[in-house]
Nanobody, 123 residues
Framework: QLQASGGGLVQTGGSLRLSCAAS????????LGWFRQAPGKEREFVSG????????RVADSLKDRFTISRDNAKKTVYLQMNNLKPEDTAIYYC??????????????????WGRGTQVTVSS
């Protein structure tokens, strides 16, 4: 099970930190990823991190503003989003992959998903 939190309303230029907590039988090696879906648009990859190996991946267009990190003891990953823009407005979903090492940017690379958390950036 995945629980995403930390979304909200923020002004342009502001920051938010999203959290995604995994529970249940995850094993010690897995990947947690973030995707987002804006109104009228397809869901897109944002970032992901491998719990055991620590390798990360961030969408090229977001690398200068978004950072992902993890706390394995809490089975939680964090998405730090800085200098937010109105185009970042979306529902942000976390997703779980049992594979453990490769951080996929494809939705098909993840076995199950959380409900999502709304991020709204006002201009």
């Amino acid at each position: 099970q995945l629980q995403a939190s930390g979304g909200g309303l923020v002004q342009t230029g502001g920051s938010l930190r999203l959290s995604c907590a995994a529970s249940g039988r995850t094993g010690s090696s897995y990947v947690l990823g973030w995707f987002r879906q804006a109104p009228g648009k397809e869901r897109e990859f944002v970032s992901g991190i491998a719990s055991f190996y620590g390798n990360t991946r961030v969408a090229d267009s977001l690398k200068d503003r978004f950072t992902i990190s993890r706390d394995n003891a809490k089975k939680t990953v964090y998405l730090q989003m800085n200098n937010l823009k109105p185009e970042d407005t979306a529902i942000y979903y976390c997703a779980f992959d049992y594979s453990g090492r490769y951080v996929s940017s494809e939705q098909s690379g993840y076995e199950f998903w959380g409900r999502g958390t709304q991020v709204t950036v006002s201009s």
